[in-house]
Structure formats: C-alpha cells, structure tokens
C-alpha cells in the first residue's frame, strides 16, 4: 500500500472518529457518517436545558409608577435588548385613535424611565394598534390592528427599521399574509429565533375548535420561510386549552415560555388559577422538545385581579406584565418583578 493511500485512509478514520465524539450521547441511533455541517445543525435543534440557567423565586412585583403608567389603560409591553427602550400600547391622550403604540426611553439600566412618546401616523391610525412586541436584534417590530386592509378581526402586522437604536425610525408596517392571519383575532405575538436561525413566530387567535382551536383562544406558531413570509399557522397544542390562552412570551434560549389564561368560570373553573386572568409557565427540554403543561406562577405574581401579556428581559431576570390589582395609577398598568439567575451558561450574549 503506497503512502498517500494510507494517509488517506487514516483521514478518513479520523474524520470518522470525530464525528462519532461530536455525536456522543445522543438517545437516536445513527448510522454512516454525518457531516460536519450536518452535527453542526443536529447540536443547535438539540439545544438543552443542561446549558440553561437557574434562577431564584420572583420578587414581590412593583409598579412601573405615574411616569409610565397613567390614569388610562397601559398594557402589552416589549422591552429592548440593551433594556433602554420599553414599548406599550395605551389609549392614553395625545395620540392617534383608540390604542396607539408608545415608548419610554431611559438613559441606563439603572435609570428612570421617561415619559411614553407616541410612535407617530408612521405606525399608529385612528384604529388599534396593540400588543408591540420588539424582535432581539431590533430590527423588527410586530403588533397587531384593527385597521382595514387586513383579513378581518385583528391581524399581525410588522415594522422594520434600519437603526436599532432609532425608536422613531420605523417603516410603514405590512400585514405578515395568510399564512397567520385569518377572518377571526390574531394578536399578542412573540419571535423566537433557535441557535440554527430557523424564526418562530408564537401568537393567539380565536379562531374556531374546527380551524383547528380547543376553544376560546388558543396558541399557534407560524415558521418564517426564504421569502420572508411566515408559513401556514399550526395549533401549538400542548399550550392550548378549552380555556383562553393568550399572549405567548419566550426567554431567548427557548427553553422557557409565559402565556396568560382565565380562571375559567364558576361551573368550568381552570385547575390552579387564583384571578380573572393569570400568568402561566412552561418549560421545555430543548427547542426540539414539545411544552410541558403551563404551570400556574402562583400567588406573588398572580391575585385574584388581572395578571397578563408577560414579556422578559434579555438577560431573563425581569419580568414585566399588566395588571389591575390595587396600588396602581389607572386601570391597567405595567409592573415588574425580577429574579437572581444563580447557575448554568444559558443562550450566549
């Protein structure tokens, strides 16, 4: 055997070796040889909670105070990646019509906030605009609208900008298509982005038990495709009840999801609930993995008031969410409650 054949043949049993260690653990049986490319894609679908955080119990929540709340109703909020730009929907005065989307703006992360700024007609009409929900890298912000023009009900639509620091520098927005909207109510979305850059996009409808919902409002979850448009919606089951559920709120890495659902009603009462309207948790094993059961979060977040539209900060320490309960400035308002992570490596920054 000649000496470039054998170098061969031991590059191939070393490529061999190697793609047998990066597959090492794995529960499915594999046989041949992947690619490099292929473990590559296999390890970001299989991305696990052993990599995830802990975190303590959540704090005794406060309210966000006069500055950003007011005597009107201040709900369904998104905050930025550097934690300096918290966007809400109020039909507070000096806007547009019905609910237009706001922002307040601090210097730090440490800061006060400043009052909300209205988005401006760019973005708002004399119809609803709700529910902002503020994509990580900036870029990107959907909402939903009562507007004509769109499928009918409410429909989800989406803003760009160039400048993710610019919060004034948003586009005209467009209907994200058939593909989420229908003839009933789409609205409260969350984009979850995985390690391998698929776009998930999670949002509530209303449609019908034979569209196929349980009842109520339900979950979906809609796949961004090349074209930029987001494919036909599928019933995320597994968070949908005969109950309301609405408001789908993921952690960065996935693994961890906030949804809002009813205490049901007194002859059909939903298991666990304290109030009208509570948050629920629930978890998964990794982006691959279907949700485990939403889990109540329980009496420090929840009161036998109005608790809803969760959305967490980047880092996964703050949680702020809507609620009427009492010691606010208004009717609904937004207020916060944060958490120590304690162990685990997480989504990288």
Known sequence: MSTAMTRSIVRRASLTLAVAATLAGCRDEITGIMSAEAAHASRAQRQSTDDAPAYSDWSEPVNLGPVVNSANVDIEVSISRDGLSLYLASNRPGGHGGFDIWVARRAGPEAPWGPPENLGPTINTSFNEQGPSLTIDGHRLYFFSNRPGGFGGSDLYVTRRRDARDDFGWRPAANLGAGVNSSFNENLSAQFEDEAGAVTLYFNSNRPASSPGLGGTDIYASTLQADDTFGPAVLVEELSTPFPDAGPFLRRDGLELF???????????????????????????????????????????????????????????????????????????????????????????
């Open 259 to 349: 949804i809002a659902s009813t205490s049901g009603s007194a002859e059909a009462p939903r298991p666990g609930a304290f109030g009208r309207f509570d948050l629920w948790r629930s978890t998964r094993a990794s982006t691959s993995h279907v949700w485990s059961a939403p889990v109540n979060m329980g009496p420090v977040i929840n009161t036998a008031h109005d608790e809803s539209r969760a959305s967490l900060s980047f880092d996964g320490t703050t949680l702020y969410f809507i609620s009427d309960r009492p010691g606010g400035s208004g009717n609904l308002d937004i207020w916060m409650t944060t958490r120590t992570k304690l162990t685990g490596g997480g989504a990288k920054d």
